[in-house]
């Protein structure tokens, strides 16, 4: 009943959970019981689910996809992470500061460290230098300063005009 209509990992993971909470009720206070999910038809139905294999896009339906996007700010939101190999959160957290000639610092990554540095085509960064300078954004105010929901569907919609659906993953920085 808790599992049903859940993905197959969601149903692994609480029956993990309740033979946890099982094995430390015997363990620890009564070592007469028996483990309910220690079941092999339990083990069975609840085991992990398949790995999810992610289709990559092509360099061609990339550069398609940069391209077709007409809206200056969008289009460098997009050759940020596909020319820097950036992330969403990565290229929302940019401010004037970080960008220098053809290198960006990430302040902050995931990796933990105090910051990184990408570094982009001259072209990517001379549109990137031209759009500050037209937008007049100040030292410490965010280059793109909408949130990551908003960012999410500026991709989506960019897939959509080659076609395909990209699909994000959903951890943000």
């Given amino acids: 009943m808790i599992t049903k209509g859940g993905k197959q990992q969601t149903k692994h993971g609480?029956?993990?959970h309740l033979k946890v909470f099982f094995n430390f009720i015997k363990t620890n206070l009564d070592l007469s019981?028996?483990?309910?999910?220690?079941?092999?038809?339990?083990?069975?139905?609840?085991?992990?689910?398949?790995?999810?294999?992610?289709?990559?896009?092509?360099?061609?339906?990339?550069?398609e996809i940069v391209f077709r996007t007409t809206k200056l700010r969008n289009r460098l939101i997009l050759e940020l992470m596909a020319r820097?190999?950036?992330?969403?959160?990565?290229?929302l957290k940019l401010i004037p500061k970080d960008v220098g000639d053809?290198?960006?610092t990430i302040q902050g990554p995931k990796s933990g460290m105090d910051a990184e540095v990408v570094f982009i085509p001259r072209r990517v960064a001379d549109?990137?230098?031209?759009?500050?300078?037209?937008?007049?954004?100040?030292?410490?105010?965010?280059i793109f300063p909408i949130t990551y929901a908003g960012a999410r569907l500026v991709v989506k919609k960019?897939?959509?005009?080659?076609?395909?659906?990209?699909?994000?993953?959903?951890?943000?920085d």
Avoid at 57 to 63: F, G, I, L, M, Y
Avoid at 158 to 172: D, N, S, T, Y
């Fill in 127 to 142: 549109r990137l230098n031209g759009y500050i300078r037209t937008k007049s954004i100040k030292a410490g105010q965010r």
């Fill in 14 to 16: 609480r029956y993990s």
């Fill in 158 to 172: 960019a897939g959509k005009l080659v076609g395909i659906e990209l699909i994000l993953v959903c951890v943000q």
């Fill in 84 to 91: 820097g190999g950036m992330r969403i959160g990565e290229v």
């Fill in 33 to 63: 019981i028996q483990n309910p999910c220690d079941a092999p038809m339990l083990r069975k139905i609840y085991r992990p689910g398949k790995p999810i294999q992610w289709e990559v896009v092509e360099k061609e339906t990339v550069d």
């Fill in 102 to 104: 053809h290198r960006l």
